[in-house]
T-cell receptor, first 111, second 116 residues
């Protein structure tokens, strides 16, 4: 089955700096890659996603890149703010099936 | 409109007892997923329902776990003879469905299960 690895497990940055979180996946059939933000005690919320026919997608300060050949994808957050502090999860999916999640990255943005 | 709802929000049970967790998906969402999140961990897939198709049960950790979805809407996850390692937050998600399409999964608030 699918296996998703996520790095780093913790990331601390200064406010205004950029943060990068990387994931690799094993199943070449995976074609949908969402990223979720989960604040303490809250449900995961989708922040950005990318499909396998696209190499990069941006939404304001957030961008995701996908390298299908290498089977890895990354989340980039620019101009980080304290409210970006949360746990971020990547996931991989084949069409509408189950999502396989990474173990999460705890991002701390220091003011 | 209303999002995914789950009940109860918290459940404390004694080891060996059975529990039922409920999920009400977003109206019109034919796909429904159950995940489990242990403290400080990622989400672990349990089971997936789509319409009238046979569910994907490949993530259920043991035969103590079962789930059903009545009328294509509400779903119940049942854990029999609970063990302490079952303690976790159980998250339900729903989405629209397309055979070769992908749609956002919307998560419910979760049920925090504690087995004492």
């Amino acid at each position: 089955g699918e296996n998703v690895e996520q790095h780093p497990s913790t990331l601390s940055v200064q406010e205004g700096d950029s943060a990068v979180i990387k994931c690799t996946y094993s199943d070449s059939a995976s074609n949908y890659f969402p990223w979720y933000k989960q604040e303490l005690g809250k449900r995961p919320q989708l922040i950005i996603d990318i499909r396998s026919n696209v190499g990069e997608k941006k939404d304001q300060r957030i961008a995701v890149t996908l390298n299908k050949t290498a089977k890895h994808f990354s989340l980039h957050i620019t101009e980080t703010q304290p409210e970006d502090s949360a746990v971020y999860f990547c996931a991989a999916r084949v069409n509408a099936g189950k999502s396989t999640f990474g173990d999460g990255t705890t991002l701390t943005v220091k003011p | 409109g209303a999002g995914v709802s789950q009940s109860p929000s918290n459940k404390v049970t004694e080891k060996g007892k059975d529990v039922e967790l409920r999920c009400d998906p977003i109206s019109g969402h034919t796909a429904l997923y159950w995940y489990r999140q242990s403290l400080g961990q990622g989400l672990e897939f349990l089971i997936y329902f789509q319409g009238n198709s046979a569910p994907d049960k490949s993530g259920l950790p043991s035969d103590r776990f079962s789930a059903e979805r009545t009328g294509g809407s509400v779903s119940t996850l049942t854990i029999q003879r609970t063990q302490q390692e079952d303690s976790a937050v159980y998250l339900c998600a729903s989405s629209l469905w397309g055979r070769t399409s992908t749609y956002e999964q919307y998560f419910g608030p979760g049920t925090r299960l504690t087995v004492t």
